[in-house]
């Protein structure tokens, strides 16, 4: 699988909107960019996934740029409760195994 | 809600004083897999259940093993835990068929102090 490279961390604004990045200059034409994110003292949540189209859902938006090389998640309105570690993660199609990163961390603030 | 339940939340040991943990699922979903994370760091899968079929990860120690009775229980046995398997334990599942993308649904996880 592709690696990928997120900033250690990043702040942003409540209600203000969250603008995660992410590298995967390496990826291949037929692996998938997830993005899931870890509360604190829970377990993982899915996000969202995408192949090479914007994709939305109630929870984000995922932008991939044309040659794939990178990706952003948009956490439109960001709250305190989205405070959290966030995971992107590049898999194979039909590959059910994830290989966790660092991830970034975001705060939220008041 | 259909959902990846862990027990218990909390689990001290002895050092070399076997444990166990349990994962159930209500989704009905296929895999099941097992993570270890240590503080501060990244879910590292240990192993997982396609269907009855286990696969461990190559560097998951032998201390490590699981069992799947049925669709909706898995187990992770620690046969002798030692200091460094203090971790929080997440139980993970999916619908995997064979095509397509899969979403994983953790569990709260199991934190495991080792005394």
């Known amino acids: 699988d592709a690696k990928t490279t997120q900033p250690t961390s990043m702040d942003c604004a409540e209600g203000r909107a969250a603008n995660l990045p992410c590298n995967h200059s390496t990826i291949s034409g037929n692996e998938y960019v997830y993005w899931y994110r870890q509360i604190h003292s829970q377990g993982p949540q899915y996000i969202i996934h995408?192949?090479?189209n914007n994709e939305t859902n109630e929870m984000a938006s995922l932008i991939i740029t044309e040659d794939r090389k990178s990706s952003t998640l948009i956490l439109p309105h960001a709250t305190l409760r989205d405070t959290a570690v966030y995971y992107c993660?590049?898999?194979?199609?039909?590959?059910?195994?994830?290989?966790f990163g660092a991830g970034t961390t975001v705060t939220v603030r008041a | 809600d259909a959902m990846v339940i862990q027990n218990p939340r909390y689990q001290v040991t002895q050092f070399g004083k076997p444990v166990t943990l349990s994962c159930s699922q209500t989704?009905?979903?296929?895999?099941m897999y097992w993570y270890q994370q240590k503080s501060s760091q990244a879910p590292k899968l240990l192993f997982h259940y396609y269907d009855k079929d286990f696969n461990n990860e190559a560097d998951t120690p032998d201390n490590f093993q699981s069992r799947r009775p049925n669709t909706s229980f898995c187990f992770l046995d620690i046969r002798s835990p030692g200091l460094g398997d203090a971790a929080m334990y997440l139980c993970?599942?999916?619908?995997?068929?064979?095509?397509?993308?899969?979403?994983?649904?953790f569990g709260p996880g199991t934190r495991l102090t080792v005394t």
């Open positions: 995408g192949l090479k």
């Open positions: 993660i590049v898999t194979r199609a039909n590959d059910y195994k994830l290989s």
């Open positions: 989704l009905n979903h296929n895999v």
């Open positions: 993970a599942t999916s619908r995997a068929s064979g095509q397509g993308t899969y979403e994983q649904y």
